[in-house]
């Protein structure tokens, strides 16, 4: 069954260090890959999206993420958190084999970043 | 540039009314998506029509329905409102084609009184 996993339901690190969120899937196939951000009371914004190609993706505000086939992992990271990245974060991925055109999400994490 | 846009924003409503969502996707995406969004919840897929025929179902209710109109925007009818129908009601767009990367709208809030 296709599913991804966020292991964490919060992450807290201090303004200025890196970041880490992680997601790990599952599908039967090869994988699309995406990171979502959800701001307090706005809609869902696409962060990047993993299809093919170099491992590591870059994406807006500055964030960045690595494709990891033998893991089945999709973390995403920053290099400096900013106090404005507080946010809510979700995994999505997409098999793409058959189609099914449908995202499975992971359950979110919620990512604080103290100043 | 253009993005999704729902309506309306907020809505409140009492048990056993009904309640319309709308949702305009980004010009020439041809598929939307519906999603519905608890209270520290991800989001729960409903339903998607792809050039206005259902193209996949998920955890929706019987007592809603959803339809996509020939301008591409699409309704979300919802019937004999429950209390636990509280939530975030949010819109996707996206062509057809791989990577199918959705966009979504700001979402409606939908409170059941």
């Known amino acids: 069954a296709q599913s991804v996993a966020q292991p964490e339901d919060q992450v807290n690190v201090a303004e200025g260090n890196p970041l880490t969120v992680k997601c790990t899937y599952s599908?039967?196939?090869?994988?699309?890959l995406f990171w979502y951000v959800q701001y307090p009371n706005r809609g869902l914004q696409f962060l990047l999206k993993y299809i093919t190609g170099d491992n590591l993706v870059k994406g807006s505000y500055g964030f960045e993420a690595e494709f990891n086939k033998s893991q089945t992992s999709f973390h995403l990271k920053k290099p400096s958190a900013l106090v404005s990245d507080s946010a809510l974060y979700f995994c999505a991925v997409r098999d793409i084999a058959g189609n099914n055109r449908k995202l499975i999400w992971g359950l979110g994490t919620s990512l604080a970043v103290n100043p | 540039a253009a993005g999704v846009i729902q309506s309306p924003r907020h809505l409140i409503k009492e048990k056993r009314e009904t309640a319309t969502l709308k949702c305009y996707p980004i010009?020439?995406?041809?598929?939307v998506y519906w999603y519905q969004q608890g209270p520290g919840q991800d989001p729960q897929f409903l339903i998607s029509f792809y050039e206005k025929m259902q193209s996949d179902k998920g955890s929706i209710p019987d007592r809603f329905s959803a339809q996509q109109f020939s301008d591409y925007h699409s309704e979300l009818n919802m019937s004999s409102l429950e209390l636990g129908d509280s939530a975030l009601y949010f819109c996707?767009?996206?062509?057809?084609?791989?990577?199918?990367?959705?966009?979504f709208g700001p979402g409606t809030r939908l409170t059941v009184l």
């Open positions: 996707a767009s996206s062509f057809i084609g791989p990577p199918n990367e959705q966009f």
């Open positions: 599908v039967s196939g090869n994988p699309y």
């Open positions: 010009p020439r995406h041809d598929t």
